[in-house]
């Protein structure tokens, strides 16, 4: 087996390979590493590494499977990523920032316990943006982290150093977050999966437990694994008041989309898409037709004001906590961060209360109807794709002849506040210069099912990672 | 069959006679109606009436009895009251206040309309004060509403017409919201059964359903009332993202509470109890444990800055419409407005945004905790019931030696800001002055059928309405009843 196949093995198959011993923990893992390191000086996607810890598990790992018990567990011996703003007890969890440098964590989030005690490996971090606050991934902290598809891009932020591990096949499975777009629009940048599930469906505990625009989910490179990784993370903990009931498990069977109806959208209505993203996502949708589903295009006149609230909602949330470290620790802040402030601050106090009301009326009046007509809805998850990877959140790139924000080009944060709907990021193909593009599949109101049958069902008719010419080229020095 | 029988009939005994044809829809909304009749002048828990029109419906209904093979609702020709807030298709709802006077709605609030496809006969809207923001019931609008079993007492607010028309036996079942504790004060004051449901068990008009402190939610005099009002309101909605998937159903049968434990609070650490009020909690506490359950008292601290900011929150949220009310409508509106927006405006985004924070943390510390090892807490509704009929916000109350408001002597809004626990509001006895008590069952997140379990427990343990003498004395007012 080529290192190369072994970098870009999906869980799903590492697993079955364990089980039958043709592939060990340890050989796994040492390739990951291997590519890992290879990578880093380039890409830069990882923060804290702990291969030393992890080879050891690996080894314990494969001990367990050479003894052929029953009851391994259901991750076992699998490489994973954490995103460097979720926690994990006795080590540090810098949130991007050089102000918690030093900030060793007392206890572990409970999606990420959930896949420890699945048997996950954790052997590294991975970068994010200071305070996950951008949608490239560069830091003080952390410095700059590019996209495996083209160096000097971003890939995406928050969750960048995620997505470009497992674009970059330098891990098997990763953990991400997402309070306006930060797990899908990284997903989005490095042609992977990403998934935000409904509010409650995976724990979250702690601070950000009551912000329901903020929450954690798996990123992946196939739709098996997300489900692997969703059915691991999902369910009530006594300790997050607001999650969810346990739902059954999502199995993949049935991936015929015939009786499936699916609405779309190219530009809710009020983005700017660049050309090829717009021919990217007429093909997918053209791929969602040839698997079975009914797919439609659906007029939306209501995103635009709501679309501002939205993001208006989570920026006012944050104001507070920003002000309060950037005007501590003035010295340690990435130089962006007074500009974040400044933007946190520009939206007046009342667009919190607002958002609240105005997202009732929108959904009774507009999207309720296009869930009621129709079992999913589909958008680019961004209007473009070339976001330098310095670039800053007031940083603009050309669209169609038009300036816009990072912000302005990613259609996600709609589904923070939404945040019922499940929604996962999968790619629709490649932007002109290379760089892949992506849809966003948002399900009903905890429909997490449907969401999954049609990613799956799109991944056999239009796949990607899956064989070298559908990878990045990595230019690995040997 | 005497009026009062008929007047605190039970809606599901009602259902039970309406099926086997010894009672009529009509002869119980005209003996609703004439109590109605009766008592507004000087309860005065009614807004808008519609008492001929609720007549004629009674007739349809009492038909379809009649022709067994008409489908039937399942809550088909019982009198209910919908409070004055909560929006109906073709009607006026003011949420007391002259602003509104003329305002007639576009849409229904989609769990009152479920309960008016299940053939609940409206026949009038009930009392609350100005935008529904005091914990008593009075408003240029409608005027005061007084308590039934002492009329200078509030029936409490602002579901207050609801609850004072229940403890009057002048409806049969009604509706309250609660985003503060609107629907189990009331419930508590007047002795009447209130329940606030997890956010999402209830769909919502669309400008409060993504505000998780606000509940719509059911006001019956029996807990099997309210389980049957519960089990038409609840369910998924298309039309309202937040509601839950699971269509919960409450049973009939509900098994006993032998084994089950229950953790219980007096004060929550944070709040000062009457000593009357502790006595009856405590009273209540032991029929429960007697019932079969295993109480335990669980200490309770770190509570009160999450207590302050679940008012804050709420408060921070109000601004917008406070403001619009003092700026623009200063001349319609009631005297107590600008109060509130004066106490609204003590509370900033960053008390919001401290709130949102706080809450994981004390919930993973302290609540969740104790619900990880009790099946539910328990704990009273308010310290005091000596709320005066025409009390404001900032007046203050005497308990024990102590001046408090009616905001600081009420103990739900945490299970506002903790908005997935189901409570019960029941009632617990009666005070030295004669007036009722109550107490919250406050049940895991979206656990709702033990809250149920232990309400239907406690009731029969401790029964109010259902005896004669547990009702108040009405009968100065009801010289021309009979």
Known sequence: ?478 | MNNDELCYMPATEALTNFKSRSLSPVELTQAIIHRAEAIQEIINPFADQYFDEALDAAKVAETKYQNSNDLLGCLEGLPLAVKDSTPIEGRRSTNGSLMNEAQIDQFSNPSIERLLKSGANLFARTTCPEFCWLFSCHSRMWGITRNPWRLDITPGGSSGGSAAALAAGAATIATGSDSAGSIRQPASQCGVVGYKPPYGRMPLSPSNSFDPYVQIGPMARTVADTALMSNVMSGPHPLDHTTLPEKLNIPDRLQGITGMRIAFSTDLGHYELANDVEREFLTSIQSLSNAGAKLEEVPLDGLSEIIRLSHGAQEFLAHGFLKDAVENHSDVVSDYVPELLETALKYSIEDYQRSILLAGEIWQNHLGPVFQKYDALICPTVTSPMVPAENWQTHKILVNDRQLTDTEITMTALFNLYSRCPVLAVPSGTTNDGLPCGLQIVGRPCDDITVFRIGAAFEIARPWMQLARNRPSLELMLTKDN
């Not at chain 1, 983005?271 to 007029?299: H, K, M, W």
């Not at chain 1, 635009?304 to 501590?328: H, P």
């Open chain 1, 1 to 478: 087996m080529s290192s190369d196949d072994l970098c870009y093995m999906s869980a799903s198959e590492a697993i079955k390979q364990f089980r039958a011993l043709s592939l060990s923990p340890v050989e796994l893992l040492d390739a990951i590493i291997d590519r890992a390191e290879s990578i880093s000086d380039t890409i830069n996607p990882f923060a804290d590494c702990y291969f030393d810890e992890a080879r050891h598990r690996a080894k314990k790992a494969e001990t367990l499977y050479l003894q052929k018990k029953t009851n391994v567990r259901p991750l076992e011996g699998i490489p994973l990523v954490v995103k460097d703003i979720c926690k994990i007890s006795g080590k540090r969890t810098t949130e991007g920032s050089l102000v918690y440098a030093q900030s060793v964590s007392q206890q572990t989030s409970a999606h990420v316990q959930r896949l420890i005690d699945a048997g996950a490996n954790t052997f590294a971090r991975t970068t994010i943006p200071e305070f996950a606050w951008l949608f490239t991934t560069q830091s003080r902290m952390w410095g700059v982290t590019h996209n495996p598809w083209k160096i000097g891009i971003s890939p995406g932020g928050s969750s960048g150093g995620s997505a470009a591990a497992l674009s970059a096949g330098a891990t098997t499975l990763a953990t991400g977050s997402d309070s306006t777009g930060s797990i899908r629009q990284p997903a989005s940048q490095c042609g992977i999966v990403g998934y935000q599930a409904p509010h409650g469906r995976i724990p979250n505990i702690g601070m950000s437990s009551f912000n329901g625009y903020s929450k954690p989910g798996p990123m992946t490179r196939t739709v098996a694994d997300c489900a692997l990784m969703t059915n691991v993370m999902s369910g009530p903990d006594y300790r997050d008041h607001n999650s969810l009931n346990k739902i059954n498990q999502i199995t993949l069977d049935d991936c015929d989309l015939s009786g499936i109806k699916i609405a779309f959208s190219l530009d809710l209505g009020c983005y700017e898409v660049s050309e090829d993203v717009v021919q990217e996502t007429i093909g997918a949708i053209e791929a969602l037709r040839c698997a079975g589903a009914l797919v439609e295009e659906v007029p939306v006149i209501w995103a635009k004001d709501l679309i501002e609230l939205a993001l208006g909602a989570q920026e006012v949330l944050f104001s507070d906590y920003l002000s309060e470290v950037v005007n501590k620790h003035p010295d340690l802040v990435s130089d962006y961060v007074p500009q974040l402030l400044e933007t946190a601050n520009s939206y007046p106090i009342d667009t919190y209360y607002k958002s609240l009301a105005t997202a009732g009326d929108v959904w009774r009046d507009h999207i309720g109807p296009i869930f009621h007509k129709y079992d999913a809805f589909i958008t680019p998850t961004t209007t473009y794709t070339d976001i330098p990877a310095t670039g800053w959140q007031k940083d603009t790139v050309t669209v169609n002849g038009k300036e816009f924000t990072d912000t302005e080009t990613t259609m996600a944060v709609l589904w923070n506040m939404y945040n019922r709907c499940p929604v996962m990021a999968v790619p629709s193909g490649r932007a002109t210069s290379g760089v892949p593009t992506g849809i966003q599949i948002i399900g009903r109101p905890h429909d997490d099912p449907t969401v999954f049958r049609i990613a799956r069902a799109f991944e056999k008719e239009r796949p990607w990672l899956d064989c070298a010419e559908r990878r990045p080229n990595l230019a690995i020095k040997r």
